[in-house]
């Protein structure tokens, strides 16, 4: 038994998709969480809040940019992009950018799909994972291409053209991992017949969050995260922390600002499991006058 669980672990994310309602052995048609009432209002009512506490961090961060004659987009020599967020409780600005995705392709989501080394036993109890009839949601910089051969009739724009930040190739690849249909073998999805929902992140993606776990979302995905450490800038080493400390506090640090609205979130919408990336820093050497990442 413990043999099985340990080759069933890495497989959380497609089985969260596809195996969230089991009856016997066969898949519930349900597509989407159900909640009470009185749990929704909870978290509409979240979602309002968190709606204008994020403009107000916008207005916040945006003032303190011009004072302070700091950008509020960079872009950076590796082609990636930070976004001001927000000003931390300490007074410092806080960037978020795409992480990225391809350690993803190390996860063996092919070992539960039909015909997959444990997908042959699943078969027997007709359970096939395979994602069909369910959808995952993804937080990006920019939206999926809804275009893409491997993602094309399952790409699924949920906010309004006025906001849209345009086709992301980050967002276009996160996606294929999710759900790529397998025209390319080598290239198939995760969950390879879900759809997916894409937004940006550069509105109030943490109200979204809280509203669409109010509808019953089950799973999201977001690659992106803080800007932490030391980040190679235009050829040299930028330190994204406390100038004056000699290590940034923020790695494993819980905020207010964010860590506990998501837990906020998790805890008022049970059935909702949101996904993210660990972030991309194992390679911040810096040059020598603080701690490396």
């Known amino acids: 038994m413990h043999n099985i669980i340990l080759r069933f672990f890495p497989f959380l994310f497609l089985s969260i998709i596809c195996v969230t309602f089991l009856s016997n052995n066969s898949l519930n048609a349900q597509k989407r969480a159900e909640y009470d009432i009185r749990q929704r209002d909870r978290l509409q009512s979240l979602s309002s809040e968190l709606r204008l506490m994020q403009r107000n961090e916008r207005i916040r961060a945006h ?11 960079k872009e950076l020599e590796d082609g990636s992009t930070w976004y001001l967020q927000y000003i931390d409780q300490k007074g410092f600005p806080v960037y978020e950018a795409d992480d990225n995705a391809g350690a993803a392709l190390t996860v063996r989501t092919d070992r539960v799909h039909p015909g997959g080394e444990v997908g042959v036993e699943l078969e027997k109890m007709s359970i096939q994972l395979t994602g069909e009839g369910f959808f995952a949601a993804m937080w990006e910089s920019g939206e999926a291409d809804p275009n893409h051969p491997e993602t094309a009739g399952r790409i699924n724009l949920m906010q309004p053209p006025d906001i849209r930040r345009g086709t992301s190739e980050h967002a ?8 790529a249909a397998g025209i390319n073998p080598d290239a198939k999805g995760m969950a390879y017949m879900a759809d997916v929902h894409t937004r940006t992140n550069r509105t109030d993606w943490l109200a979204e969050m809280a509203e669409a776990a109010a509808e019953g979302l089950l799973v999201s995905n977001c690659s992106f995260g803080l800007r932490l450490g030391w980040r190679r800038v235009d050829g040299r080493w930028e330190w994204a922390g406390d100038p004056t400390a000699y290590e940034d506090y923020r790695f494993g640090f819980y905020s ?19 996904v993210w990336s660990a972030g991309n820093f194992r390679t911040g050497e810096g040059d020598g006058t603080r701690r490396p990442n």
Not at 263 to 273: E, N, R
């Open 172 to 179: 276009t690849h996160v996606a294929c991992i999710m759900a």
């Open 256 to 274: 207010e600002e964010r860590s506990r609205v998501l837990d906020q979130i998790a805890f008022d919408a049970p059935y909702y499991l949101p």
């Open 63 to 73: 003032v303190y940019a011009m004072a302070k004659g700091i950008p509020v987009i």
